[in-house]
């Protein structure tokens, strides 16, 4: 009994910092302007999301990690639809925290096309509240984002990774 009643006072005072924790985080939207960054690709180079704006709409994808299962088919599923992005004036940008060797091996096992970026910080996934479960977990989370920079899609499921790819098509060629 005294373990079940500490381990609900541990659980609610987790809750409760995650809960604050999550009200501190950015809750980005449609219609509101992309935040900006500036993240290392998978070669070390830094990429800044305001070097597409008037010249691309992107694709920012957010998912959990390298070589997991669900991960892996999301990113395969961009891969196999990156001529259709492209052919729609769009880029496609995937974002974790893995780090940059991570995202090269990643990127050259699935012969994946588009760029990679490492958020080891966390603070852009932060920026856009890209969370799942209290905060504790890396959410997977896709934004389309315009020429002009300002988000015309949200799509969020942890549970559909593949889904992502058909929502951020449709989103595009509907602009």
Same mark, same amino acid.
């Given at each position: 009994?005294?373990?079940? &009643?500490? *381990?609900?006072?541990? &659980?609610?005072?987790? /809750?409760?910092?995650? /809960?604050?924790?999550? /009200? =501190?985080?950015?809750k980005v939207n449609v219609g509101d302007m992309a935040p900006d960054f500036e993240l290392k690709d998978k070669d070390g180079n830094l990429v800044k999301l305001s070097d597409f704006r008037g010249e691309k709409s992107v694709v920012v994808y957010f998912y959990?990690?390298?070589e997991t299962p669900g991960c892996t088919a999301q990113a395969c599923s961009f891969r196999d639809s990156y001529e259709d992005f492209k052919e729609a004036g769009a880029?496609?940008?995937?974002?974790?925290?893995?780090?940059?060797? *991570?995202?090269?091996?990643?990127?050259a096992n699935h012969r994946l096309p588009f760029i990679l970026l490492s958020d080891t910080t966390g603070k852009v996934r932060k920026a856009y509240g890209a969370f799942d479960l209290l905060?504790?977990?890396?959410?997977?989370v896709t934004f389309v984002i315009d020429? =002009?920079?300002?988000?015309?899609?949200?799509?969020?499921? =942890?549970?559909?990774? /593949?889904?992502?790819i058909?929502?951020?098509?449709?989103?595009?060629?509907k602009q």
């Open positions: 009994m005294k373990r079940v &009643i500490i *381990s609900l006072v541990l &659980i609610a005072g987790l /809750t409760s910092c995650q /809960t604050e924790e999550k /009200t =501190q985080m950015a959990p990690k390298d880029e496609v940008i995937g974002i974790s925290s893995d780090g940059s060797s *991570s995202h090269s091996g990643f990127a905060g504790l977990i890396p959410g997977r020429r =002009q920079g300002k988000i015309i899609h949200k799509f969020d499921s =942890q549970l559909s990774p /593949t889904k992502h058909q929502e951020s098509l449709d989103a595009i060629k």
